[in-house]
């Protein structure tokens, strides 16, 4: 049973690669590497221990997609291709759109075409907009903040059409909060080269050095200590999700959305005093004005993924420090 993982080697791709070719899955990669590194590759089968399959191209090229398609004939389809700055997605929507929409319409043409069965869709608590926490997965909002979070949305919507003229096709969406660290071996995670917008690899390259103090954003949010709450989870957490998914989805018809993250919000000044505490490391940072676009809180409702999918996250803030920084130091190494 082949799945073939559009975006694998990027950050949360590489890591579920990892664990569905760790768990017997045979799985082929589909990646341009525009927005990841081949060198994620030599990470994943050092963990594994097994030979990376993966194929490379474009795929907003649906006779490329569907060449693929026809050369691996995967019955199960994990699609992590996107775009995802928030930022970005603001100063750049058709980039966003282009990208993000037409590689989710031509894994469907494609699934269509080649009678792949299952579609698990890497999708974002960004669709839930400025929602109140915690976000239960029946609170879509009617508008996101961004073109990121809108791309989302349509995808969502894409794949629910989709089964409905479609009904043999069967969907797992799987709504993300904040991922963050890597793999407890540090030969695979978020990488702090090239334009970095997220909070863990930066509190990661100011430890290591690399950059100035880190911004805090805003003091003045309605939380507890004033700055911005997140719904952080374990990248690893991230994995197994999808790895329950794809046995969710043997016994279950339809289209399923489910929530990924821990139930707990955590704010940017926890984060940096975890990273501290737990790596020895100073970070310094100031604190300046908010950022456009962001939201004071954003934190999950984990219960249907506990109690449907048979899931929930086991890692917790110190796993999650203690990881990111493992990879940073590593990667600084250049191991590969
Ligand atoms: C987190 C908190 C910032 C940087 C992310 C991804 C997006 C999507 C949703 C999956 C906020 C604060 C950050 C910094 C800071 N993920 N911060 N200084 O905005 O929640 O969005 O999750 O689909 O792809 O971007 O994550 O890490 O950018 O910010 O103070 O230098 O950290 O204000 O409160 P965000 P983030």
Same mark, same amino acid.
Request: hydrophobic share 35%.
């Given at each position: 049973m082949t799945v073939l993982v559009a975006g694998g080697a990027g950050y949360i791709g590489s890591h579920t690669v990892?664990?569905?070719? $760790?768990? +017997?899955?045979? @799985?082929?990669?589909?990646?341009?590497?525009?927005?990841?590194?081949?060198?994620?590759?030599?990470?994943?089968?050092?963990?594994?221990g097994k030979r990376c399959l993966c194929w490379e191209g474009d795929l907003r090229d649906y006779d490329s997609v569907s060449a693929a398609f026809s050369q691996w004939r995967p019955e199960t389809v994990i699609n992590f291709a996107a775009y995802k $700055?928030? +930022?970005?997605? @603001?100063?750049?929507?058709?980039?966003?759109?282009?990208?993000?929409?037409?590689?989710?319409?031509?894994?469907?043409?494609?699934?269509?075409?080649?009678?792949?069965?299952?579609?698990?869709?890497?999708s974002s608590a960004t669709v839930y907009g400025s929602g109140s926490s915690p976000m239960g997965e029946e609170c879509q909002a009617s508008e996101t903040l961004n073109p990121y979070g809108e791309t989302k949305k349509i995808c969502e919507r894409i794949l629910m059409d989709f089964n409905r003229a479609h009904p043999s096709k069967d969907v797992c969406i799987l709504r993300y909060f904040n991922p963050v660290g890597a793999h407890s071996s540090g030969l695979i995670g978020e990488s702090s080269e090239g334009r970095v917008t997220n909070l863990m690899p930066?509190?990661?390259?100011?430890?290591?050095?690399?950059?100035?103090?880190?911004?805090?954003?805003?003091?003045?949010?309605?939380?507890?200590d004033g700055t911005g709450v997140r719904d952080y989870i374990h990248v690893t957490d991230v994995a197994a999700g999808h790895v329950a998914a794809m046995s969710f989805l043997k016994e279950h018809k339809g289209v399923h959305v489910f929530n990924l993250g821990t139930g707990r919000g955590i704010s940017v000044l926890e984060m940096i005093k975890a990273f501290e505490r737990v790596n020895r490391v100073k970070v310094p940072y100031k604190v300046v004005s908010r950022r456009p676009g962001d939201v004071a809180e954003c934190y999950a409702s984990v219960e249907k993924a506990e109690k449907v999918l048979g899931w929930r996250a086991r890692l917790d803030i110190e796993d999650m420090v203690r990881d990111a920084w493992r990879f940073e130091t590593m990667e600084q190494q250049d191991v590969f």
């Open positions: 990892t664990e569905l070719m $760790s768990r +017997g899955f045979d @799985v082929v990669i589909a990646d341009d590497f525009r927005g990841s590194s081949r060198k994620t590759l030599q990470g994943i089968e050092a963990i594994t $700055s928030i +930022g970005e997605s @603001v100063e750049e929507p058709l980039k966003y759109y282009d990208n993000n929409l037409r590689v989710m319409i031509n894994l469907c043409r494609a699934m269509e075409e080649h009678r792949a069965e299952r579609m698990i869709f890497s930066l509190i990661c390259m100011t430890a290591a050095g690399k950059a100035g103090p880190l911004k805090v954003y805003g003091q003045d949010y309605p939380t507890p």
